[in-house]
């Protein structure tokens, strides 16, 4: 079992930056992949960004490449999420996930077992 904490978000301006992260209570196996799923008001949840814990590859939605940065760190059991230039239409609720069996697509929610209860970042034009 493996509890999610997101923090980091808030209110910027567009252009600026924030990073996110995402303590996880209970260890980060290498077998495990970390995502970061967004959610706009009257939008579906959407894929942002992924990393597998072992070997670090990482994953982007076309949308965010470039300007996002998703990394993690063994010792604080911790995923981070670097979001630069940021644009009014990155404004959306961003949620932490955790597959514990690297058991399908990365760029899927159903994919994900566990979940935070996410935080809010405001981007204003």
């Known amino acids: 079992q493996v509890q999610l904490v997101e923090s980091g978000g808030g209110l910027v301006q567009a252009g600026g930056s924030l990073r996110l992260s995402c303590a996880a209570a209970g260890r980060i196996f290498s077998t495990y992949v970390m995502g970061w799923f967004r959610q706009a008001p009257g939008k579906k949840r959407e894929f942002v960004a992924a990393?597998?814990?072992?070997?670090?590859?990482?994953y982007y939605a076309d949308s965010v490449k470039g300007r996002f940065t998703i990394s993690g760190d063994n010792a604080k059991n911790t995923v981070y999420l670097q979001m630069n230039s940021l644009k009014p239409e990155d404004t959306a609720n961003y949620y932490c996930?955790?597959?514990?069996?690297?058991?399908?697509?990365?760029?899927?929610?159903?994919?994900?077992?566990?979940w935070g209860q996410g935080t809010q970042v405001t981007v204003s034009s």
């Open positions: 990393i597998r814990w072992y070997g670090r590859s990482t």
């Open positions: 996930a955790a597959d514990s069996n690297d058991s399908g697509s990365v760029y899927f929610d159903i994919t994900y077992e566990y």
